[in-house]
T-cell receptor, first 112, second 115 residues
Framework: DSGVTQTPKHLITATGQRVTLRCSPR?????VYWYQQSLDQGLQFLIQ???????AKGNILERFSAQQFPDLHSELNLSSLELGDSALYFC???????????FGQGTRLTVV | DQQVKQNSPSLSVQEGRISILNCDYT??????FLWYKKYPAEGPTFLIS?????DKNEDGRFTVFLNKSAKHLSLHIVPSQPGDSAVYFC??????????????FGTGTLLAVQP
């Protein structure tokens, strides 16, 4: 158990809909990262938050947004969903200066 | 542009033999490299890392070698065990991106250790 909790584990939704993925980082970790893993692809970095503020942005679509709340949990919002958004979405957390990130079990999103 | 590449999608080895997983990168600004292991239906778990100022790091059965001039790193597992069967991701950090430890991942290599 990495200590990072992601909910829900599975999500099936229709095209055009909006979903919210939730992540609770390890206790004490201020950084939260979101990654997307599509079929046969590596993990693609989407966005990082540090102590409530956006720290870095990757190839995140404009239809996607994220935030980190005062209690340090984070949410990834995906809107106007398309079939190609079907993927595993991972959240990871780390301490401030720690390179090693701890990953949650992921949310498998299926858009039908 | 794939900055971290794992050119072998899969690798099969016999139990007890050495497994060698390879990774190439293009960005010379990367200053830290990590290997993660992933089982189906689980998140990636950290295995071993190496700083760019070193050329070798060892942890039990796992050794990572870094060749900066060739922009190449490899993970050696000796001896390989059936429980090592998983997808292995190479990742890199740094790259001049400012105050972030975001990881750039390769596409992974599926290791199958045959009993």
């Amino acid at each position: 158990d990495s200590g990072v909790t992601q909910t829900p584990k599975h999500l099936i939704t229709a095209t055009g809909q909006r979903v919210t993925l939730r992540c609770s980082p390890r206790s004490g970790d201020l950084s939260v990262y979101w990654y997307q893993q599509s079929l046969d692809q590596g993990l693609q970095f989407l966005i990082q938050y540090y102590n409530g503020e956006e720290r870095a942005k990757g190839n995140i679509l404009e239809r996607f947004s994220a935030q980190q709340f005062p209690d340090l949990h984070s949410e990834l919002n995906l809107s106007s969903l398309e079939l190609g958004d079907s993927a595993l979405y991972f959240c990871a957390s780390s301490e401030q200066a720690d390179i090693q990130a701890f990953f949650g079990q992921g949310t498998r999103l299926t858009v039908v | 542009d794939q900055q971290v590449k794992q050119n072998s999608p899969s690798l099969s080895v016999q139990e007890g033999r050495i497994s060698i997983l390879n990774c190439d990168y293009t960005n010379s600004m990367f200053d830290y490299f990590l290997w993660y292991k992933k089982y189906p239906a689980e998140g990636p778990t950290f295995l071993i890392s190496i700083s760019s100022i070193k050329d070798k790091n060892e942890d039990g059965r796992f050794t990572v070698f870094l060749n900066k001039s060739a922009k190449h790193l490899s993970l050696h597992i000796v001896p390989s065990q059936p429980g090592d069967s998983a997808v292995y991701f190479c990742a890199a950090s740094g790259g001049g991106g400012g105050a972030t430890n975001k990881l750039i991942f390769g596409t992974g290599t599926l290791l199958a250790v045959q009993p």
